[in-house]
């Protein structure tokens, strides 16, 4: 059982490049998020699902978009990127409500040169 | 709003005692805490609903007074693998989006 699966792991990116980072998950979970971590901070909401075809901001959505075709796939776009966006990228699934566990991928470190 | 942890940081040697607390400005529905090892995701540990009850995991337990919109994590006789950064994080109302506090990094040495 896979659960949630990032990739890349890694990335560099020039200024002003864009990219889309990966998220899929197995357990048919309908609510699907984007953290940002940056160095020695708590994580921090970009978007999040509820569903597919559903998608909303959360506290640090500017310079990012995402989709939601799929039950098992919620990609976040970067558009433009800034160095301000270098972070670790977490994204994480749960069940039902956000009141229940969250599911975390293993995390995508991005730098922005 | 961002919840408040306390303290930022604590060191301990193995089989020591340790309370991390989460204090929010705002009435609070639930509160989720998680542990995150060094360069690895945050694992789930405990959800507390408002009620006040107490919540255990291994020999790390939990409290919500929701009067006080606080909450404390217990670890007790820690071990070295407790090591890591703790996070707690609200949702103010019922399906709220959590919000996240900046964390306590707790260093278990033997």
């Known amino acids: 059982n896979a659960g949630v699966t990032q990739t890349p792991k890694f990335r560099i990116l020039k200024i002003g490049q864009s990219m889309t980072l990966q998220c899929t998950q197995d357990?048919?979970?309908?609510?699907m998020y984007w953290y940002r971590q940056d160095p020695g901070m708590g994580l921090k909401l970009i978007y999040y699902s509820v569903g597919a075809g559903i998608t909303d901001k959360g506290e640090v959505p500017n310079g990012y978009n995402v989709s939601r075709s799929t039950t098992e796939d919620f990609p976040l776009r970067l558009e433009l990127a800034a160095p301000s966006q270098t972070s670790v990228y977490f994204c994480?699934?749960?069940?039902?409500?956000?009141?229940?566990?969250?599911?975390f991928g293993s995390g995508t470190q991005l730098s922005v040169l | 709003q961002q919840p408040v942890q306390s303290p930022q940081a604590v060191i301990l040697r193995e089989g020591e005692d340790a309370v991390i607390n989460c204090s929010s400005s705002?009435?609070?529905?639930?509160v989720h805490w998680y542990r995150q090892k060094h360069g690895e995701a945050p694992v789930f540990l405990m959800i507390l609903l408002k009620g006040g009850e107490q919540k255990g995991h291994e020999k790390i337990s939990a409290s919500f007074n929701e009067k006080k919109q606080q909450s404390s994590l217990y670890l007790t006789a820690s071990q070295l693998s407790y090591s890591g950064t703790y996070f707690c994080?609200?949702?103010?109302?019922?399906?709220?989006?959590?919000?996240f506090g900046e964390g306590t990094q707790l260093t278990v040495n033997p």
């Open positions: 994480a699934s749960s069940y039902g409500s956000p009141n229940e566990k969250l599911f």
């Open positions: 994080g609200t949702e103010g109302t019922s399906g709220s989006r959590l919000t």
């Open positions: 357990m048919n979970h309908n609510y």
């Open positions: 705002k009435a609070l529905y639930s």
